[in-house]
């Protein structure tokens, strides 16, 4: 039981990698083909269970906080469910 978890989480990191390889590589084309860009971006830095937000703009950090919170939210979910 405890080994199929394992294997679930490492298959479960590997899709989070690959999905966000494969939004940056959307994103790129997106921004590439556009007429108009406007870049926005953003970013947060979690020390321990607190998250430092940043971003160009106030919109930005909000949705980064979100993306933040959600994230944390899943983080205690896998904690939580992992200790059988």
Known sequence: MKRKLKR???LFGLALILIGIFAIVIGL??????KSAK???GGVVFIGPFPIVFGTSER????VLAMSLLIM?????LI?????
């Open 8 to 10: 679930n989480m490492e």
């Open 29 to 34: 084309l997106l921004l590439a083909f556009s």
């Open 39 to 41: 870049v926005e971006g």
């Open 60 to 63: 930005i950090v909000y949705i």
């Open 73 to 77: 939210l899943i983080y205690l979910f």
């Open 80 to 84: 939580l469910f992992s200790w059988h």
